[in-house]
């Protein structure tokens, strides 16, 4: 997956928008294994599901004063 620059000022920015995607999904969430689990489901048992959110955690840490 790429992102395409629609003028030549944006094209830094598209590379960085390119390289950040793929981290969060390849790096992070390990979405080249997903793929492959979801594909390999898809072509044996007729029915492949994919399912991703976006979950957002609050994380508070205590200090003694």
């Given at each position: 997956m790429s992102f395409n620059r629609r003028n030549q000022?944006?094209?830094a920015f598209c590379e960085?928008?390119?390289d950040y995607v793929h981290h969060c999904f390849v790096t992070d969430n390990k979405g080249d294994e997903q793929l492959?689990?979801?594909f390999?489901?898809?072509l044996?048992?007729?029915t492949g599901i994919f399912k991703a959110w976006?979950?957002?955690?609050e994380k508070v840490e205590?200090?003694?004063a």
């Open positions: 000022r944006k094209d960085q928008a390119t492959y689990i979801a390999q489901d898809a044996l048992e007729k976006w979950q957002e955690e205590e200090t003694a």
